[in-house]
């Protein structure tokens, strides 16, 4: 498949782009800026310029053009500023759904976090409020449409090296996980039918990947 990568020059992008070539995929990163070219067609992915916060669903529909899938791995950074969360991780995702069905693609695999379905602790930051109420609200939009989607919520994202085993789950409790994992299960997704409809945490864990894959799918 042909795989678009909304934020394709983030840290789970960057690790996920690669992957997607090994297993036969072509990858291609939506990216802000130009810069950002060298380094990915590096790793094998072709490069289109969209800003998602500026530009809207049509824009995104024209970036999407030749695509199969979609990975939304887009995020508003760890920085203090709340409108972010709103454009990017909430909007962001929106508009990739609505360009996905624009461009007639179905397969659609998001990034998400942790427990976010669980109420926010009233003392909780309120830039931590509106990190989990963005993405909160950008997966019950996306479980809403008729895309073929799967949600994939990691615990906090550390940047040891993968270790090819988690646990992966409706109902896995929080811990960590490294990103180059995360990426390896975003790639194990993609392609596998019996993922659809389903929205998992993802933390490290007990199993091989393609294995926990499978459980989680069958349960």
């Not at 069905?101 to 179905?106: K, N, P, S, V």
């Not at 397969?107 to 931590?128: C, K, L, M």
């Not at 895309?147 to 811990?175: F, H, K, M, Q, S």
Request: charged share 25%; proline share 5%.
């Amino acid at each position: 498949m042909r795989v678009v990568i909304v934020g394709g020059h983030g840290q789970i992008a960057r690790l996920l782009h690669p992957l997607l070539v090994k297993a036969g995929h072509e990858p291609v990163a939506l990216v802000r800026n130009e810069s950002h070219r060298t380094e990915l067609e590096a790793a094998g992915a072709e490069v289109r310029l969209l800003d998602i916060e500026q530009e809207g669903a049509d824009a995104f529909a024209r970036a999407f053009a030749g695509c199969d899938a979609v990975v939304f791995a887009a995020g508003g950074g760890p920085d203090g500023n709340i409108e972010r969360k709103r454009t990017v991780d909430l909007e962001g995702s929106l508009k990739s759904a609505e360009a996905a069905r624009l461009a007639g693609i179905q397969r659609f695999v998001q990034v998400s976090a942790i427990d976010v379905d669980n109420p926010v602790a009233p003392d909780t930051g309120e830039v931590w409020r509106a990190y989990v109420e963005a993405k909160r609200d950008a997966d019950a939009a996306l479980r809403a449409t008729d895309l073929d989607w799967t949600i994939i919520r990691p615990g906090r994202l550390t940047d040891e090296p993968a270790t090819g085993r988690v646990g992966l789950g409706p109902d896995v409790a929080r811990a960590s996980v490294p990103r180059a994992d995360v990426a390896a299960v975003l790639a194990a997704v993609l392609d596998r039918p019996a993922t659809i409809g389903h929205q998992w945490n993802l933390v490290s864990g007990d199993l091989g990947i393609a294995e926990a894959v499978d459980r989680a799918a069958a349960d």
